[in-house]
């Protein structure tokens, strides 16, 4: 089952609905044509407080529209390509996990060819790539595993086919395709999968993990974290841990990955979390970057006005583009790539 929040257009209040026969339709629709009754569907937090008897009163609604597709009404189903799709839950808060350790490495090698020359910054990156590399098999076992996590900006959070602005301080904006697992509550901690797309500015991401001890203009700029398009439920994922991802920009295919490099799963992330503080309904939980899935990975960076498209196998494509800068670029730490050159003062 894929579940939606929609608006038909721009300036509508977003719905809670499903995916019939590619089109959207909100559950308050189908519960009205169906004669059923019920608070658990009148948006997404409802539906992930009373899990797991909303998602049985879902898959209902969800038989019956695909009886009675026909049934319904122009003004009560749209077309899925021509709907505005919001972020598919309303987001309690924002986890992003380091549980792709290719990707981590592949990461510090970019960031060590631009800055190996800061002494600020190569000898903290270079420390880090020690731990990344080290034997931790010696390692005294421990319940749960902590790990490691950062917080994602709520106010930056979009859906699908959303412009990403150009920030004014970055030469080399990024992807990060990631998976990520919703909780629900619980009786059913696993709500579902969707993909994130955590924007990233990769040349300012060294000096603010040394100045400023955390990734503020790194990762938390105008829509720079995207989630979506759907909210895929268990039956229909599949294995989320083996699925193929492809990044296409400007229709020809860029990158290719998957979520096998994918190290723990969504029961250790809950373990860990549960030790600080109790989670709520509604929070979302990357895993971690996608290797072979940046720019980062081979130092082979977007550009403004790309358009770009992350799938997962079974969790559907997250689009975006990066818009044209609105200003002159302020003078970057790193070299001046020739396609940003007219971008620049």
Not at 44 to 51: G, I, N, T, V
Request: overall charge negative; hydrophobic content about 40%; proline content about 7%.
């Amino acid at each position: 089952m894929k579940l939606i929040r929609f608006a038909p257009d721009k300036s509508s209040t977003p719905c809670f609905g499903c995916v019939i026969a590619g089109h959207a339709v909100a559950f308050s629709v189908l519960q009205a044509r169906a004669g059923k009754s019920g608070e658990s569907l009148s948006d997404s937090r409802a539906y992930l407080a009373h899990l797991p008897d909303s998602e049985q009163a879902a898959r209902a609604l969800l038989e019956w529209g695909e009886q009675h597709f026909h049934e319904l009404g122009e003004d009560e189903r749209f077309e899925i390509d021509a709907v505005d799709l919001k972020e598919p839950i309303e987001v309690a808060a924002l986890f992003d996990f380091g549980l792709t350790p290719q990707h981590l490495k592949n990461s510090l090698a970019t960031l060590m060819k631009h800055e190996q020359g800061d002494p600020r910054t190569a000898p903290i990156l270079q420390a880090m790539g020690k731990s990344l590399l080290a034997d931790k098999s010696d390692e005294p076992a421990s319940q749960p595993e902590p790990l490691f996590y950062y917080k994602g900006n709520l106010n930056s959070i979009v859906g699908d086919g959303e412009t990403i602005p150009w920030p004014l301080y970055t030469a080399r904006l990024d992807i990060e395709p990631e998976l990520a697992v919703v909780y629900g509550n619980p009786e059913q901690p696993v709500a579902g999968f969707c993909i994130f797309n955590d924007v990233s500015a990769r040349d300012v991401q060294a000096p603010e993990f040394i100045g400023a001890g955390g990734l503020c203009l790194t990762k938390d700029m105008s829509n720079g974290n995207q989630l979506g398009p759907y909210l895929v439920t268990l039956d229909e994922v599949g294995d989320p841990y083996n699925q193929k991802v492809t990044v296409t920009v400007n229709g020809c295919v860029r990158f290719t990955g998957s979520t096998s490099e994918i190290s723990h799963r969504a029961e250790a992330i809950f373990a860990w979390m549960e030790v600080i503080c109790p989670i709520k309904p509604g929070t979302v939980m990357g895993f971690g970057t996608i290797p072979g899935c940046t720019g980062l990975d081979f130092d082979d960076f977007l550009n403004p006005g790309d358009a770009i498209e992350i799938s997962f196998e079974r969790l559907g494509s997250l689009r975006c583009r990066f818009a044209e800068p609105e200003a002159d670029l302020c003078p970057g730490r790193w070299p001046v790539r020739a396609s940003l050159k007219e971008y620049l003062a």
